[in-house]
């Protein structure tokens, strides 16, 4: 049953499709947001599932609906995923030291503030 996959590999897809989804109220994608806590992966008879464990930037967030199913949809995009699974959680709770130095260097060119 085993595919042989290399999930490192996977891993790092993920995270490159998960570059493209962006909250619509911050210049910054997903990934570099921090938002994204765990990527892992399990095989099943059907194939390779995808689980992400990801958090939102507030419990209020009023487009967490469409940004876990643009994160799903990116995820299931991988020819070697055949489901994703996005759960959420607030713990640890976000904050701003959780954005990547790439983010933080967007946040600053486009005068953004979180």
């Known amino acids: 049953m085993s595919a042989n996959y290399n999930f490192d ?3 790092e897809k993920v995270i490159q499709n998960l570059k493209n989804v962006f909250d619509p109220e911050i210049p910054v994608n997903v990934y570099d947001l921090g938002l994204i806590y765990e990527i892992n992966f399990e095989e099943k008879e059907q194939g390779l599932y995808c689980v992400i464990y990801m958090t ?3 419990p209020a967030c009023p487009v967490a609906g469409t940004i ?3 994160v799903k949809l ?3 995009a991988l020819d070697e995923v055949n489901e994703a699974k996005v759960h959420i959680t607030f ?4 904050t701003n030291d959780m954005v990547s130095e790439e983010g933080k260097e967007i946040m600053l060119a486009t005068g953004s503030v979180i």
Not at 91 to 94: S, V
Request: glycine residues 0%; proline residues 6%; charged residues 30%.
């Open 56 to 58: 939102l930037t507030s």
């Open 9 to 11: 590999e996977i891993r």
């Open 68 to 70: 876990m199913e643009q």
């Open 91 to 94: 713990k640890p709770r976000w």
């Open 74 to 76: 990116v995820a299931q």
